[in-house]
């Protein structure tokens, strides 16, 4: 029988999970690994995203075959959320060093903005353009390779 691994989020919420799926985290691997694994705190992350997290490392140490056909399918799904979610996602991610959920949160904005012209990154982020025009010009002309 695997060992149970207590984390508690920011909120207070605690989350028991396998050992196995604990390790998916090298930052909750390298505590596990010094002893200070009885109740591990997560402050950085809320207790629905800590769930999202958790759901997503149980699903990889069910199938870590890359080439599963559900696992991809469980990718695509896991990753249609709203903007603040997958932002958030993306912080835990990287404070827990999940590197492959990492690397699929980010993939996932990567796609949102490609092919898109910044005025529409602008709208898709709700970023507000704080340049004035003749700044905007001058950083199209020194960076038109990026325009074309």
Same mark, same amino acid.
């Given at each position: 029988?695997?060992?149970?691994?207590?984390?508690?989020?920011?909120?207070?919420?605690?989350?028991?999970?396998?050992? %196995?799926?604990? !390790?998916?985290?090298?930052? &909750?691997?390298?505590?596990?690994?010094?002893?200070? =694994? @009885?109740? #591990?705190?997560?402050?950085?992350?809320?207790?629905?995203?800590?769930?999202?997290?958790?759901?997503?490392?149980?699903?990889?140490?069910?199938?870590?075959?890359?080439?599963?056909?559900?696992?991809?399918?469980?990718?695509?799904?896991?990753?249609?959320?709203?903007?603040?979610?997958?932002?958030?996602?993306?912080?835990? %991610?990287?404070? !827990?060093?999940?590197?492959? &959920?990492?690397?699929?949160?980010?993939?996932?904005? =990567? @796609?949102? #903005?490609?092919?898109?012209?910044?005025?529409?990154?602008?709208?898709?982020?709700?970023?507000?353009?704080?340049?004035?025009?003749?700044?905007?010009?001058?950083?199209?002309?020194?960076?038109?390779?990026?325009?074309?």
């Amino acid at each position: 029988m695997s060992e149970k691994i207590v984390l508690t989020c920011s909120d207070g919420t605690e989350f028991v999970v396998d050992e %196995a799926v604990a !390790l998916q985290s090298q930052t &909750l691997k390298h505590m596990i690994e010094d002893g200070c =694994a @009885d109740n #591990i705190p997560v402050p950085n992350v809320t207790a629905p995203i800590l769930a999202k997290v958790i759901e997503y490392c149980k699903r990889h140490v069910a199938s870590a075959d890359p080439n599963d056909a559900d696992l991809k399918s469980f990718y695509e799904d896991f990753v249609k959320v709203d903007q603040p979610t997958l932002f958030d996602l993306i912080l835990a %991610a990287n404070y !827990l060093d999940i590197k492959n &959920l990492l690397d699929l949160t980010c993939q996932t904005v =990567a @796609d949102m #903005i490609k092919g898109k012209s910044p005025e529409e990154i602008r709208t898709i982020f709700n970023i507000k353009n704080d340049f004035t025009p003749e700044e905007e010009e001058q950083i199209r002309k020194d960076n038109a390779w990026a325009f074309e």
